[in-house]
């Protein structure tokens, strides 16, 4: 069992063509493949600031990665490395720890920001005060700083480590709840409506696995080692996720199908719903939201 190009040792299989690669091929396809998903969806141009969502784990700095390879050799485009500390004991404080490495090697701006100093609770104390789900309190405070924070950069895009495992069960978790108008926002590069309060969201790995994801990040002593949050066994993702790795293992390649088939109609969804939008700003905040207050103040004010 040799490399497909070069004949050496293998340190990955896709069974979906039943192909190997060594590593330094291994390292130019997952690169290619970046490279060919930022070009084709526009996703970073010249003059761009991007701020990269981080957490230290293995897609975050992967996406940071390649990113930063980029910015070096195009000396217009200005990033920062974003991470948010939710305050999840025995979880958070280790991949920091990750992220800080990283950005110090590799002379990055971080900037860390926390709920415990912006909102007053952490969200180990949030889930026990407010009775809810950690995802949904997570998801809407997190995606709250993100925007607000690099409003406050000055930045135009925002990277995420979103990838073909991560992206498939969203597609499907929204046709399983229809949220069909949801999906119209997702995307390579996300949004319906262009408004200067939404930075656009961009998702350099949006077509890349997660074992190949994990496999560069090992590679290159990205990570110490594999952290998963403890509360994502509780969420409905981790049913959808569990039944589409079963889907995959038997039927190769049904996420990337997923996928493909989703990109066909995305333009659609969008031009469908692009009228459908009636952008208001809080009340408390100021921020665009489709209703009167935004979530996350609906929330942060439980919290008072």
């Known amino acids: 069992m040799v490399c497909k ?19 330094s091929c291994f390292f130019r396809y997952l690169e290619s493949k970046v490279k060919k998903t930022i070009s084709k969806y526009k996703l970073i141009e010249p ?18 990665s390649f990113i930063n390879k980029i910015a070096n050799k195009q000396r217009t485009i200005k990033i920062t490395a974003v991470l948010i500390d939710e305050g999840i004991s025995n979880y958070r404080s280790k991949t920091i720890v990750d992220a800080k490495k990283f950005c110090k090697k590799n002379k990055i701006t971080l900037k860390v920001y926390s709920f415990k100093k ?27 700083l993100l925007n607000t924070k690099s409003q406050l950069l000055n930045a135009n895009k925002l990277a995420t480590g979103h990838n073909l495992e991560d992206e498939s069960q969203s597609v499907i978790m929204n ?49 110490s080692g594999y952290h998963e949050c403890p509360y994502a066994e509780q969420s409905y993702r981790q049913d ?19 996928i493909q ?3 066909e ?13 009636r952008l208001k700003y809080c009340i408390s905040c100021g921020e665009p939201t489709s209703k009167e207050e935004c979530q996350a103040c609906q929330l942060i004010k439980k919290l008072k």
């Open 5 to 23: 190009h070069c004949l050496s040792k293998p340190v990955i299989y896709f069974p979906i063509n039943s192909t190997q690669l060594c590593k």
């Open 47 to 64: 003059k761009d600031h991007i701020v990269v969502a981080i957490s230290g784990g293995k897609d975050s700095l992967t996406t940071l």
């Open 118 to 144: 912006e909102f007053g609770f952490t969200l180990d104390q949030m889930i026990i005060k407010l009775k809810m789900k950690p995802c949904t309190i997570c998801g809407v405070l997190r995606r709250y």
């Open 175 to 223: 046709q399983f709840r229809n949220n069909v108008e949801i999906s119209a926002r997702m995307g390579p590069i996300t949004g319906v409506i262009i408004n200067k309060k939404f930075i656009r969201r961009i998702k350099p790995l949006y077509l890349c696995t997660e074992k190949e994801i994990g496999l560069f990040a090992f590679l290159n002593g990205f990570i």
């Open 240 to 258: 959808v996720k569990d039944m589409l790795n079963n889907f995959d293992e038997k039927y190769p390649g049904t996420k990337y199908s997923i």
């Open 261 to 263: 088939s989703f990109l």
């Open 265 to 277: 109609i995305l333009p659609l969804l969008k031009n469908k719903y692009k009228s459908n939008i």
